[in-house]
């Protein structure tokens, strides 16, 4: 999982900030999740009401929250939202949100597969 | 158990952190927002908090600083977590009343080990806390018979007659001394004096209500204040008093000895304050009376006997005596 996907999710490194507890990484991917949609419909609606205070706030959490589950590519793209907001770019905010959907969208579909299958962390 | 108090708006480093406090035995609460966070600190005594810095609505300065202002006796121990590293963040922090700061993400042993720093300064708080709380003991009460002693018991003097004073209530106060008490101390010994003493505090708290005071007020002195009494009442308290020690005999290694007390009483009148020296002086006159009078009696101070002291009449003012 480390070797392939790095920058979308160190797993390694989330576990061991858990403490070697895989079963609860797993609980803290799962409040991730629910929180990052209820903070991504936020953002929606703050990126269409230009609401650059509101963007700036939720894209400050979500970074927090990315870097604590060592999701880099999220992470990265919540700055870059916060920064965006900070700039007042609503086009520029725009374009970040659907990117952070997608990746999103594909960190879910890793964590499925890797439940499904084995245990994340075997590559 | 020591309480600690999460505060951030996200849900994943609340988990996070709860669980490296709970492996450390803290009884941990979480709040999502700076209003949340107050609303448990009414509610909890908390000891530890974390907080995060950029929250809706309050910062986690803005909430550093309002804890700060908020009068406790307890300290709080509040640690910052921030993605900010710069120097003059890391300053305003400090400055708004934080004692320590995490930088995000954080390292668990880096936390666990702060969280253990703030862990043994709260304890040191709470040990000191208990330390001056048992020397304030020490300094208001009298060593032989733990009453209060003569500094608390003016203090307290001055306290309800202020009160009296607002409320417009009368106050009773008795200045209580024991007969003969050097014959007690001669004949059978400073021990046994000393064991009269206690036994006389004893009685005397046993006979009052929970929220009057009696104090040592000298060697054999005892002062009693007695809010919301009037001339009838503090002369019933001082009548049972009187009874409870010279009722029945005290019982001692030696022997069982008789001991006798006179008292002298005085009421304020609320539509005319006067002093605590002057209360008492008043006592004072009072008791002198109820000792030329020839003592185990209640004395309770008038005007008159004032008008009398000032042209030298020689009337009674005594109120009981059945020796």
New interface residues.
């Given amino acids: 999982m480390n070797t392939i996907y790095p920058r979308m999710f160190d797993y390694p490194v989330a576990l061991?900030?858990?403490?070697g507890d895989e079963e609860?990484l797993f609980?803290?991917v799962d409040?991730?999740r629910?929180?990052f949609k209820k903070r991504f419909a936020l953002l929606t609606s703050a990126v269409e009401n230009k609401d650059f205070e509101c963007i700036h706030?939720q894209a400050?959490?979500l970074?927090?929250?990315s870097?604590?589950?060592?999701l880099g590519t999220l992470q990265e793209l919540s700055l870059r939202l916060e920064e965006a907001a900070e700039r007042r770019d609503p086009v520029a905010a725009r374009a970040l949100l659907k990117k952070m959907a997608l990746h999103f969208r594909r960190f879910l579909d890793y964590c499925h597969r890797e439940r499904e299958t084995s245990s994340p962390g075997v590559a | 158990m020591i309480k600690l108090l999460i505060v951030d708006d996200d849900a994943v480093f609340r988990t996070l952190v709860e669980r490296h406090a709970c492996s450390l035995d803290f009884a941990v609460y979480s709040a999502e927002n700076g209003r949340a966070a107050l609303d448990i600190l009414q509610e909890k005594k908390i000891n530890i908090l974390v907080l995060d810095w950029m929250m809706p609505g309050m910062t986690g300065i803005e909430l550093c600083a309002r804890i700060r202002k908020q009068k406790t006796n307890e300290y709080r121990y509040i640690i910052l977590l921030t993605s900010r590293n710069q120097t003059r963040d890391i300053v305003e922090g400090l400055t708004a009343g934080a004692d320590d700061y995490i930088t995000k993400p954080f390292n668990q042993k880096e936390l666990q080990a702060r969280l253990n720093i703030g862990k043994r300064i709260i304890t040191l708080q709470q040990q000191l806390m208990s330390a001056k709380q048992k020397l304030h003991q020490i300094a208001i009460h009298d060593n032989l018979t733990r009453l209060f002693n003569r500094g608390e018991i003016l203090r307290n003097l001055e306290e309800k007659l202020n009160q009296a004073k607002r409320e417009r209530q009368p106050l009773g106060v008795i200045l209580l001394d024991v007969d003969h008490f050097k014959q007690v101390n001669d004949r059978y010994g400073h021990q046994t004096g000393d064991s009269v003493l206690v036994e006389i505090a004893r009685r005397m708290q046993k006979t009052l209500r929970p929220y009057d005071k009696v104090g040592r007020y000298g060697g054999e002195e005892f002062l009693i204040v007695l809010p919301n009494c009037d001339r009838v009442t503090t002369c019933e308290v001082g009548e049972r008093i009187r009874k409870n020690i010279g009722g029945s005999r005290f019982k001692t290694r030696e022997d069982s000895i008789r001991v006798t007390i006179s008292l002298g009483g005085v009421v304020t009148d609320p539509a005319r304050p006067i002093s605590a020296q002057e209360l008492l002086h008043r006592s004072d006159m009072a008791l002198y009376r109820s000792k030329n009078d020839g003592r185990n009696r209640v004395t309770v101070y008038s005007q008159a006997m004032q008008n009398r002291k000032k042209t030298g009449g020689t009337h009674e003012y005594h109120l009981s005596a059945d020796v």
Avoid: P, Q, V, W
Wanted: charged share 25%; aromatic share 10%; net charge positive.
């Fill in positions: 061991e900030r858990t403490g609860f609980r803290l409040i991730y629910s929180d706030h400050h959490t970074k927090g929250s870097a604590n589950l060592c």
